[in-house]
């Protein structure tokens, strides 16, 4: 679907909203580890277990048998050895079925993904505001905002493509530097809170839905209200239905992105800041592209 028509993806934890977002003709479905604060209530991902995400990753899959579902390595799944990455990588495929596995990172876990590549799975990387190691980002913020930091995305991006990833997701990031990222790989780049400018978008079910009241990120857009709306106007009695409800606003999603109205870059977006885009395309432009690409792969 690269340059022809953008993907639609959503993070679901369960077998009601599966069905509905299958029924809505999303295309991937991610099982996030964004279920530990979204369904078990912890403060972030750090506590969430292989078997907690492979649980809900069954679910899932039972809900949507045809969709392609991505199960998202928790924080502590592989990063030791890549013995133990495969080994969890297996377990999401075995168990639940999954079509791909998802972990965060950029030049740091390039060797990770290569040996899950290696060993005969689908990975996509993750990169921006990777929320498992958002204490040393300094909290849940967006990246890339000045030249100094985007040059650091740009580089994990570089280094996810050559190790074998098949896709690539860019979170909380200036659509700027998504942009440039889009053009540099020839994987599909897809974002949650990085711009229109890549190959598709995602975003939480429960963010969508309206669903979550902890937090909302600015990249969020609840679809419910015009769901309802559309309900009115056909006076309905789907209106009484909650399942009626999640499926009208999955495809009014569906519509926006591939449409391209969702996401607006006034609204939904994060900025560079000011000056930091004219620094980091001078930047870019003295980069000598072997020395830069190994800096970004490193012995791979
Ligand atoms: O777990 C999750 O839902 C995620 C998204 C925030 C990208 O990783």
Known sequence: MKGKEKITWLVIYDYHTAQRAEEAGIEMILVGDSVGMSIYGYSGTV???????????????????KTFIIGDMPFGTYQLTVEEAVA???????????????????????KYIRAIVDAGMSVIGHIGLTPQSSGQLGGFK?????????????EDALAVEPAGAFAL???????????????????????IGAGPYCDGQLLLDIDLLGRGTVFSPKFVKNFVPQAIASLIEETSTDLLNLAKITRRAFVGYVREVKNGTFPDPEKHCYKMLEGELK???SELAKKDTKEFLAKCHPGL
Do not use: C, W
């Not at 377990?91 to 972990?103: N, P, Q, T």
């Not at 659509?175 to 020839?186: F, R, S």
């Open 47 to 65: 506590p969430v277990t292989m078997d907690q995400v492979v649980g809900h990753a069954e679910a899932v899959r039972r809900g949507a048998s």
């Open 88 to 110: 969890n990588a297996i377990r999401f495929y075995k168990e639940a079925g999954v079509d791909a596995i998802k972990l965060e990172g950029g030049v740091k876990v390039a």
């Open 142 to 154: 967006a990246q890339g905002q000045t030249a100094e930091s985007a040059m650091k995305v740009i």
């Open 169 to 191: 997701l860019v979170e909380a990031v200036p659509p700027e530097v998504t942009a440039i990222i889009a053009k540099k790989l020839n994987i599909p780049v897809l974002s």
């Open 279 to 281: 620094k980091l395309e």
